[in-house]
């Protein structure tokens, strides 16, 4: 099957908003060609306006992504035996040679379990299942898990328990048409910047006919433009949806009718949430008991209640209750499935929704399969050729039981993909201590000179967005195909051709003999028939010919521009037909403040950065916008710890400590600090912030609480560096970013 031909069309590479972007060559329409730092030529992108997503809006990190595909790039595979040694180029046959002896000595020594890959919502689709159908299928380990462990995976848990199945039912035009829009835990204005202005807009069109309420204990850019913004103590917010429940019941704004047909479960939780008085709730919560009678007020009367969440809510030891208690009020309330109306989850990644789609995390199989489940297993297994019993029935270890197996000695091979743990992972140092007890670490990686690469054994160069053609799932459930449109870097190659080419070397030659990402496409798509993610239409050529789809899209389904919702005739996924209503009782923060840690520290994220920088870091309008990591903190909390304002502080958790330069603002709650989780050891201006941070994590996702740890803060007379900054590590590779090397 031969790649379809298109223009230059795709979607942008960053955050779940999924918007489209037209992408210009170097001096394009008869433009000056603009060069990066190292001479190469640019290309530009701008709004893409036949993008149902996004209709030609972009923010200044999509608008800045064509400066970010050629600097300081990986272009040939680098390998060394130990990480005391440098890293040697070896060509590409070595490293397979490499990786394939390791896996046939683990496999044939400590068996399958002894391998484990961590990847990321930035494959595209083909990579995350041909991962999965590496992993799962042939080697016989579910040991595939994703950084949507950190980022989505209570949403994917809180989805499945209280609907019957993962997807977020909403889609975009519901921000034009809801009555309320309840944002809880997001910064939607820095980290979902299109989706924000799109709301901004109707707000600025009919004030009255929208009324806007934030959630979040840091007023935000985004509680600029709240009707009501509720500064709730961190880690309340369950607490806070069963007091507003215990309001609208009060006030009968109810749906009986939907609660008798559509829903389960109600009896528990109504007794659940008598026990959530106002006084109760406000107290526990910060807020006034006036502030969350105005709040229910408004759900009891409102036509069109639309709720969107992002981390906030998803990074905490009990984010799932947090997402169910988030969609008990929708079921309440029967504010689903129609339109303006929904429980919707702001996707964090560009193909996070990709990724479960494919069944990128360790108890998932593709087409929102679970590995727990023999007819799924048994289906796949049919499907890919394979006898029967190999898939393993168990859920495999999740991103942070990966670290924890390593650190036993369990793990010979940690193969890390598309993601940069050494910044993004909590508990930094335990991190880092686990690999060095890993005989072979494996990352593939598009840039040279990340944290991660430091303590790798084998780097792999990996052809990225713009260099491959795959397809991404946005947060509405849009797919939209992302031509190659570039040559490779280097010799570098996409992460499905490296995944096939181990399948067949390590004897599946049928299974994974793919001449295009189209064909690896198809072979996906047809495994979603009849699945709540059904997309057994969609192919590179229909995506590329029509442009962006919503799933579902069974076969013979006709192409279309306009946006659907799931469930709009009541009928959920459940073994029963019905909704379920999740009756839980609030835990609070895994790690509260405390005598000698008084502070509760939340890692989160600026509007031009992108993650561990290895991206935007390269653009130097970004830099220019956020020269350097700040810890935020309120005055009163300044003064009572001494703090300056500009002045270094020392912010030290059970973990160990950190310096970083202090902004003091109103904004931020007291008893609260803030730092970006951005700026990784092997930056300047590092500030490790997840070396404070702890793993503690919900039962039911695994997501660790990332948002939250006890800290303490006190002036500092000078800059603590990060360990690595004075290793020889770091000469060692940056030796490899000398442009004659490159
Ligand atoms: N600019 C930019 N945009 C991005 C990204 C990026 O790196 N940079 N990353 C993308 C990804 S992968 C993701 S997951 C999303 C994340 O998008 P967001 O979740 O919107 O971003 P964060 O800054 O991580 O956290 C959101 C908010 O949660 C609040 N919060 C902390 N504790 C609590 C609490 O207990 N309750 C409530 N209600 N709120 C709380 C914080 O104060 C913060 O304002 O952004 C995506 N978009
Ligand atoms: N404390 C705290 N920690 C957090 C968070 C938080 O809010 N607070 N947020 C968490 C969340 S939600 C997320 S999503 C994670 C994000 O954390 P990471 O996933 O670690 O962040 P990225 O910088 O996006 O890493 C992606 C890597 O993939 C590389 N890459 C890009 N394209 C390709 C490709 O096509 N193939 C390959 N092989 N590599 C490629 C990039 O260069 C980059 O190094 O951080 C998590 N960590
Ligand atoms: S809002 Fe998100 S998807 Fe849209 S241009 Fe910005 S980073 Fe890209
Ligand atoms: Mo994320």
């Not at 590409?92 to 990321?120: C, F, H, N, V």
């Not at 990966?402 to 140092?429: F, K």
Request: charged share 20%; proline share 6%.
């Amino acid at each position: 099957m031969a790649e379809p031909t298109t223009n230059h069309h795709s979607q942008c590479p960053y955050c779940g908003v999924g918007c489209g972007l037209e992408l210009l060559p170097p001096g394009e329409a008869g433009k000056a060609v603009k060069r990066d730092a190292e001479g190469t030529p640019m290309w530009s992108s701008r709004g893409d306006r036949d993008h149902p997503s996004s209709l030609g809006q972009v923010c200044i990190k999509g608008a800045t992504v064509g400066e970010t595909l050629a600097r300081g790039r990986l272009n040939q595979p680098l390998y060394r035996a130990s990480l005391d040694q440098d890293f040697q180029p070896i060509a590409w046959d070595q490293a397979l040679d490499l990786l394939e002896g390791r896996i046939r000595s683990t496999l044939a020594g400590k068996g399958p379990q002894a391998i484990a890959m961590y990847g990321s919502g930035q494959f595209h689709t083909e990579d995350y299942y041909l991962a999965q159908k590496l992993l799962k299928g042939a080697l016989g380990t579910n040991n595939f898990d994703a950084n949507s462990r950190l980022c989505m995976s209570s949403a994917v848990a809180g989805y499945t328990r209280s609907l019957g199945s993962d997807g977020p039912p909403c889609c975009y035009e519901d921000l034009d048409q809801c009555a309320v829009a309840v944002l809880i835990g997001t910064n939607t204005a820095e980290c979902h910047p299109v989706l924000f202005q799109r709301l901004l807009k109707r707000k600025k069109r009919d004030p009255k006919g929208l009324t806007i309420v934030v959630v979040d204990p840091r007023a935000t850019d985004t509680s600029r433009i709240a009707d009501h913004h509720l500064a709730i103590a961190p880690g309340t917010d369950l607490a806070l949806l069963h007091g507003l429940a215990r309001l609208i019941v009060q006030d009968n704004g109810f749906d009986s009718d939907f609660i008798d047909e559509a829903t389960e479960g109600f009896a528990a939780y109504a007794k659940t949430i008598r026990t959530w008085t106002p006084a109760k709730v406000a107290a526990l919560c910060g807020i006034s008991e006036k502030e969350l009678r105005q709040v229910a007020r408004l759900w009891s009367r409102s036509q069109g209640v639309l709720s969107l969440w992002s981390m906030g809510v998803n990074q905490r030891r009990e984010g799932t209750a947090v997402v169910s208690g988030i969609i008990n009020l929708h079921l309440l309330t029967g504010q689903i499935g129609k339109p303006g109306a929904g429980p919707f989850s702001l996707t964090g990644q560009p193909n996070a929704m990709g990724g479960r789609e494919a069944g990128g995390l360790a108890h998932l199989l593709p087409g929102y399969r679970l590995v727990s489940n023999p007819e799924h297993r048994s289906e796949l297994e049919r499907a890919w050729g394979l006898p029967e019993g190999s898939i393993q029935p168990t859920p495999g270890l999740t991103a942070w039981q990966q670290v924890e197996a390593m650190e036993r000695g369990e793990l010979d091979l940690w193969w890390v993909a598309a993601t940069n743990p050494l910044v993004s992972m909590p508990n930094l140092e335990r991190v880092k201590a686990a690999m060095t007890r890993c005989p072979m670490v494996v990352v593939s990686e598009a840039y040279a000179d990340t944290e991660t690469s430091h303590y790798a054994h084998l780097l792999l160069p990996a052809a990225q967005w713009s260099e491959k053609a795959g397809a991404m799932t946005n947060s509405e459930r849009r797919v939209t195909f992302c031509p190659a449109f570039r040559p490779r870097h280097g010799t570098s190659r996409p992460d499905w051709e490296v995944f096939a080419e181990l399948g067949r070397r390590l004897g599946f030659v049928e299974q994974f003999s793919y001449v295009s990402s189209a064909e690896v496409y198809a072979e996906f798509t047809a495994l979603t028939a009849g699945r709540v993610c059904d997309m057994s239409g969609l192919s590179h050529q229909l995506l590329a010919q029509h442009g962006p789809q919503q799933w579902p899209f069974e076969t013979g389904r006709e192409p279309s521009n306009s946006s659907r919702r799931l469930y709009s005739d009541h009928r959920f996924p459940t073994s029963s037909g019905r909704a379920r209503f999740h009756a839980e009782d609030p835990l609070g923060l895994a790690e509260p403040p405390c005598e000698m840690y008084p502070l509760v520290l939340c890692v989160g994220r600026y509007l031009g950065q992108w993650h561990t920088m290895t991206r935007t870091g390269k653009v130097e309008r970004l830099r220019a916008m956020h020269p350097e990591p700040r810890l935020e903190m309120h005055p009163e909390d300044a003064a009572r710890f001494c703090i300056e304002a500009d002045g270094l502080a020392a912010i030290s958790s059970r973990r160990g400590t950190l310096t970083a330069r202090v902004t003091i603002s109103e904004r931020i709650r007291r008893g609260s600090v803030f730092l970006p989780m951005h700026w990784g050891f092997s930056q300047d201006n590092a500030c490790e912030a997840n070396a404070l941070m702890h793993e503690l994590a919900c039962p039911v996702s695994k997501q660790p609480e990332l948002k939250a740890t006890a800290v303490v803060v006190a002036p500092a007379v000078s800059v603590v560096k990060p360990i690595e900054q004075d290793s020889r590590r770091l000469e060692a590779l940056r030796r490899w970013l000398s442009p004659a090397l490159r």
